[in-house]
Structure formats: C-alpha cells, structure tokens
C-alpha cells in the first residue's frame, strides 16, 4: 500500500472500515514536490495529477468496440517532473521512496524496462515511437491516494499524468483540448499494453484524460469514430437524487496481465471473425434493432462453437445494451431501474464473463441485502473493487456491514471511498 493512501485512510473506530481521503491539489502537489527534491536534490519544473476512474456500467465492452460509462474519481496520482537533455529517465514512488528506478529511451524496445516504472517510461517511449523526437528523459516523482491494486486504474493514472507532464515540458501541444488529449492517451496506451505487458482497452485512459467533473463519459470505442464523435458528457448528479455511490476496494489480489484478460480478449475477436463481422458491436447493434431481440441473440449463439465463446458473447452484447439503458434510467430519475441494471450487469459478469471472485460477489450480495439500489464489480475484475448505489448518508453503514462480512469469511479487510463524478487530468502546480 502506498504511504499516501496510508496517511489519508480514515477510520473512527477498532475494526470499522477505513475510508481513503482523496488528497486535494495543494496536498498532492506538496507530497510530489518533497518527493522529488529528496530523490534529486532540485526542485521540478512542475507537478501534474491525472485520476483513477470507476466504471459505472460496460465492463469488457471497450475493446469489443462497446460503450462504456466511467467518472473521474477524486482519488489521482501527482507526478513532480523535470526534462532531461540525456535519454535517461529516473522515477521513483511513494510506494519505496528510498528506490530510485533508471532506464535509458536510446535503443529502447518494448518490454525493455520491468516492473512498475515500464508505465511511465514507456509513455515517453510511446512518444517517441509516434515521432515525436524531442522528447527525451526526465526525472519524476510519484505520490498517489488511488488505491493500488483495487481495479479503479492507478495504472492509468500513472501514465496519464506522465504523458500529460511530457506534453507540457516539451511543448508537444496536445494536452489543451479534448481532440488532442487523445494522442496523449494512445501513448498511454502504447505503454501499458507493450512496455509493462498489461491489457487494456483504452477505456481508463480516456476517463482519466476527457471525464468532466459532474458528469460521467458516454465513451464509444468504435474504431471508425473521431475524438470528436466518439464521447458525450452525460450528467451524474447523485446529490440531485439523494444519492452516493460507494466503493468498496476487497483487497482481493487484482490482476489482469496473468492471461486471463488476454484470452477473454481473443475469445471476442474469435466469436467475431466467425460471426463475419468487425467486432462484437456491429453484433450488438444488428440484435437491438431486430424485432425479436431474444430470437436474434438466441441466433446469434447458436452460431458459435462451444458454451464458453457464447457466454462471453451474451455479457459483451447484453453488456453494451445495459449501458444504452443505464444512462436513459439515471436521466430519467429512475434509480430502481438503474439500481437492477448494475446488478444485472454483475450477474452477466460472474456467470458469462466469469471474471469476478468470491470477494466480489460477497460483497456485491452483502451492500444488495442492505438497501443498496443495485451492486456490481468494477473494473476488470479477478479481484479490485466493487461499486454500490446507496442513498445519501448509507455509505458508511453498507460498508461496514461487507468488512463484518469479510471478518467471517476470513478474507482481507476492504477499504471503502466516496466516488464523486470529478474533473480530469491537468496541471496542478
């Protein structure tokens, strides 16, 4: 655990659930600063913070060209930074701030770098492999209150702050508008997916750069989509419906780059070349058109060879659907409606996607048994964290009630958040 999110855990009482504090930007950028004036001996050029994110409802949608619904969180990641005139690039974390990690850009190749500072060199890596030359190393510092390990994207924060950090530092340009932000995001990208060997669909990077505060991001990751076409900022006030979303991080371990992402990723892309189409949205579109929706789904899975290919189908195509209708219940009011939908949402997620855990499903049925609208994983799932719709004041009691849970079952204690629709990445100091 971070010592960040060590200092910014609250708890009231002997064995009540500890709540993280999101650090403000006055205090992320203090904790980067001394961060790195310990580690190098001078001040940085400037510090940046970028957001973890939760996914409200499309889990395993973004990389079938789905749609997805994410909010900032409150929780981010600072980087303190300062360019170099060498290739050498010199990071260290709050995590182990006695640990100063080295690599070098020149000559550098794809898994070149291990361990966690592969994302943030890699992003400088991905730079410049997109051609941008004059970028070249640095020295930064990391501090962060997202949790690690919990599904809720400190990778992404990680990265986005370094590309938005590079884009500044060396006058690269994009970081200023929406459309630009996504060259920084496909850097960020880059670096999970071929520097630190992780999967990912582009849909954490695209709500730690675009999300809006208040508002959460309608993202529709169809490959034929320009940046301009492919969000749309859709309102998530919980306050106007007496509402709070809670997180819950298990602690159950969270990984996503032993394979088991992978293979559900190729499942798709097989069930969608045997399909004859591009990926599992023109599938999804073709059936929510159709007259008969159940007969064409049911068609559509008697089409594919094996019960594993068609369970994964159904979530991803059920899955796309759920967020259709997500959006249209919360504009409406109609929080018993968008309460069954993130419960609907996890129970595709454990029997057809099969990627959540016991974990995860005790406390998805705990929060759901105390007054929770609707429950659900979050995330990738294999461990991390789940979120739960809570009326205003509940957070605290339905958390408590999965750690006293936990306690039974003999499982690690959780640690719980407030999730609050916030702004995205930007410069801070």
């Known amino acids: 655990m971070s010592t960040t999110i060590q200092q910014h855990a609250t708890q009231d009482a002997a064995g009540s659930i500890p709540f993280i504090d999101a650090m403000s930007d006055t205090e992320g950028a203090k904790a980067a600063r001394d961060l790195f004036e310990q580690a190098y001996g001078e001040a940085p050029e400037g510090v940046w913070a970028a957001p ?3 996914n409200l409802i499309g889990e395993h949608t973004d990389y079938n060209a789905g749609l997805c619904l994410p909010i900032a969180l409150p929780h981010r990641t600072f980087i303190a930074l300062k360019p170099r005139e060498d290739t050498k690039v010199r990071v260290v974390s709050d995590v182990a701030p006695d640990k100063v990690a080295e690599a070098d850009l020149d000559g ?10 592969a994302y943030p060199t890699g992003v400088a890596w991905a730079l410049r492999q997109a051609g941008f030359d004059k970028v070249k190393g640095f020295d930064a510092a990391f501090t962060s209150c997202v949790p690690l390990g919990s599904g809720l994207s400190s990778s992404a924060a990680m990265t986005c702050s370094t590309a938005l950090a590079l884009d500044d530092v060396y006058g690269l340009g994009y970081g200023d508008s929406d459309a630009g932000r996504v060259t920084l995001i496909n ?4 670096s999970e997916n071929e520097m630190a060997g992780a999967s990912t669909g582009g849909l954490d990077q695209n ?3 675009r999300c809006t505060e208040g508002h959460a991001l309608l993202l529709d990751c ?11 900022q859709q309102e998530f006030d919980l306050d106007k419906y007496n509402l709070e979303l809670l997180v819950v991080d298990t602690q159950a371990p969270h990984q996503l780059n032993d394979g088991q992402y992978a293979q559900r990723r190729a499942t798709c892309e097989e069930a969608a070349k045997i399909l004859g189409v591009a990926n599992l949205r ?10 008969d929706q159940f007969q064409a789904l049911k068609e559509t899975l008697d089409a594919l060879p094996d019960e594993t290919m068609k369970k994964r189908v159904r979530h991803v195509v059920t899955e796309i659907e759920r967020v259709r209708s997500f959006v249209r219940a919360f504009a409406q009011g109609d929080i018993k409606a968008a309460g069954r939908l993130f419960n609907a949402s996890h129970d595709s997620l454990a029997a057809d996607y099969e990627v959540t855990v016991p974990e995860l499903d005790i ?12 429950a659900r994983m979050t995330g990738g799932g294999f461990g991390g964290s789940i979120i739960a719709l809570v009326d205003k004041g509940r957070s605290r009691e339905v958390a408590q009630k999965i750690a006293d849970a936990f306690a039974v079952h003999g499982f690690h204690q959780p640690r719980a958040l407030a999730a609050v629709a916030s702004s995205s990445a930007h410069r801070v100091d």
């Open 187 to 190: 850097a960020a990208i880059k």
């Open 363 to 374: 406390a998805v049925d705990v929060a759901r048994k105390n007054g929770a609208y609707g």
């Open 222 to 232: 169809r490959p034929e989509l320009t940046p301009l076409e492919n969000v749309s």
């Open 207 to 209: 709500a730690s750069m």
């Open 52 to 54: 973890g994110r939760v």
């Open 282 to 291: 023109v599938t999804a579109d073709g059936i929510s058109k159709a007259d």
């Open 108 to 117: 550098l190749k794809a898994r070149g770098v291990d361990g966690w500072s």
